[in-house]
T-cell receptor
Framework: AQRVTQPEKLLSVFKGAPVELKCNYS??????LFWYVQYSRQRLQLLLR??SRESIKGFTADLNKGETSFHLKKPFAQEEDSAMYYC????????????FGEGTQLTVNP | NAGVMQNPRHLVRRRGQEARLRCSPV?????VYWYRQLPEEGLKFMVY????????ESGMPKERFSAEFPKEGPSILRIQQVVRGDSAAYFC??????????FGPGTRLTVL
């Protein structure tokens, strides 16, 4: 069974501080991991895919298969990063359903 | 480049009525997914469709819920005889053959 755990419902940091949003998953096959972000009153947006190995808006995430984790990190948080972040798990096949974590509400304080 | 469109954005129904939610995927995307978000919960998968085919409906309640993605026109999620517990945000997403899913703004269903 696929499962995604985001242990923190709420996370609050100050502007300029590093931020890490945790995500752990369980899946027996080849996983594909994503981070989605939802800013206030906006739709869910794709932020990162693990296979792209890219940095978007200063965020990075590395898939650690040994620890079954895909934590989202940013070295210096900005106020505009305040949003709801969802980690999601799919399969490395065409047309795969996503299993979402419960989400972490990040607040970056001035 | 219009993203995924959903309408209506808000829908109010009385218990026992039918709710029809529409989703137009990104042009060129052949995969459509429906998710439900209950209050204070994460998104839960409901159904995955390609044109004229239901590929995976393992997340759909066994009764009252149905979905289609016809050859022409939007995908439709239909809820018959709605109950208060159906009140939620329903999100549609589409994807190309490989890649992440792109989400619509959602339809907020309120059942009175």
């Amino acid at each position: 069974a696929q499962r995604v755990t985001q242990p923190e419902k709420l996370l609050s940091v100050f502007k300029g501080a590093p931020v890490e949003l945790k995500c752990n998953y369980s899946y027996s096959g080849s996983p594909e991991l994503f981070w989605y972000v939802q800013y206030s009153r906006q739709r869910l947006q794709l932020l990162l895919r693990h296979i792209s190995r890219e940095s978007i808006k200063g965020f990075t995430a590395d898939l650690n298969k040994g620890e079954t984790s895909f934590h989202l990190k940013k070295p210096f948080a900005q106020e505009e990063d305040s949003a709801m972040y969802y980690c999601a798990l799919g399969r490395e096949t065409s047309g795969s359903r996503l299993t979402f974590g419960e989400g972490t509400q990040l607040t970056v304080n001035p | 480049n219009a993203g995924v469109m959903q309408n209506p954005r808000h829908l109010v129904r009385r218990r026992g009525q039918e709710a029809r939610l529409r989703c137009s995927p990104v042009k060129g995307h052949s995969h459509v997914y429906w998710y439900r978000q209950l209050p204070e919960e994460g998104l839960k998968f409901m159904v995955y469709l390609q044109k004229e085919n239901i590929i995976d409906e393992s997340g759909m309640p066994k009764e009252r819920f149905s979905a289609e993605f016809p050859k022409e026109g939007p995908s439709i999620l239909r809820i018959q005889q709605v109950v208060r517990g159906d009140s939620a945000a329903y999100f549609c997403a589409s994807s190309p053959d490989r890649g992440g899913q792109y989400f619509g703004p959602g339809t907020r269903l309120t059942v009175l």
